[in-house]
């Protein structure tokens, strides 16, 4: 269940470099999104308890809430995407047609959460960053960056299996 939260970066890394196609851009993708998390998570805890933010304590305390839920969200969905690619990869040797079908209908599921878990993240990072510790600013603005790029990736990801989709019903 923890492949990939369980692992150094150093490991991942090279893991993710290797001949082996999964992990794949899917866990990527999730686990830069809940990098991007961190970082709003680091600019609440900077700014919870600080002089001159008490007006926003409130506010920033339950963004700080929401964005520990995203975080570990998308830290499941990493492990997720890589249990379907696994599973995409298997029926494909095995050329078993509906089990191809099924794994990428799994794996577009898992990319569409990511996709809709970045999008709030998103918006998320950009309240606190209005709000938030200003000596932490950029934080917030590249998690934002990070949120958006991570969404991208999970949209080409279901792209890309929804058109190996179309292509088995030619």
């Known amino acids: 269940m923890n492949?990939?939260?369980?692992?150094?970066?150093?490991?991942?890394?090279?893991?993710?470099?290797?001949k082996n196609p999964t992990?794949?851009?899917?866990?990527?993708?999730a686990l830069t999104a809940s990098f991007a998390a961190s970082l709003v998570e680091m600019?609440?805890?900077?700014?919870?308890?600080?002089?001159?933010?008490?007006?926003?304590?409130?506010?920033?305390?339950k963004y700080r809430k929401d964005v520990v839920e995203t975080k570990n969200k998308l830290s499941k969905l990493a492990e997720e995407d890589k249990r379907a690619c696994d599973k995409v990869v298997l029926a494909y040797k095995i050329k078993n047609k509906e089990k191809i079908r099924k794994a990428l209908n799994y794996?577009?599921?898992?990319?569409?959460?990511?996709?809709?878990?970045?999008?709030?993240?998103?918006?998320?990072?950009?309240?606190?960053?209005?709000i938030g510790n200003k000596n932490a600013l950029s934080d917030a603005k590249i998690a934002v960056h990070f949120a958006h790029a991570s969404g991208k990736s999970a949209l080409e990801n279901i792209k890309t299996n929804?058109?190996?989709?179309?292509?088995m019903d030619k």
């Open 3 to 18: 492949y990939v939260n369980k692992q150094t970066i150093n490991k991942f890394q090279k893991e993710l470099g290797s």
């Open 23 to 29: 992990p794949g851009s899917g866990v990527v993708s």
């Open 43 to 61: 600019v609440c805890n900077l700014t919870i308890d600080k002089v001159g933010y008490e007006k926003v304590q409130k506010d920033i305390i």
């Open 107 to 130: 794996a577009i599921n898992v990319s569409m959460k990511v996709r809709e878990i970045t999008k709030e993240l998103e918006i998320l990072a950009v309240k606190v960053g209005k």
């Open 162 to 167: 929804k058109e190996s989709l179309k292509k």
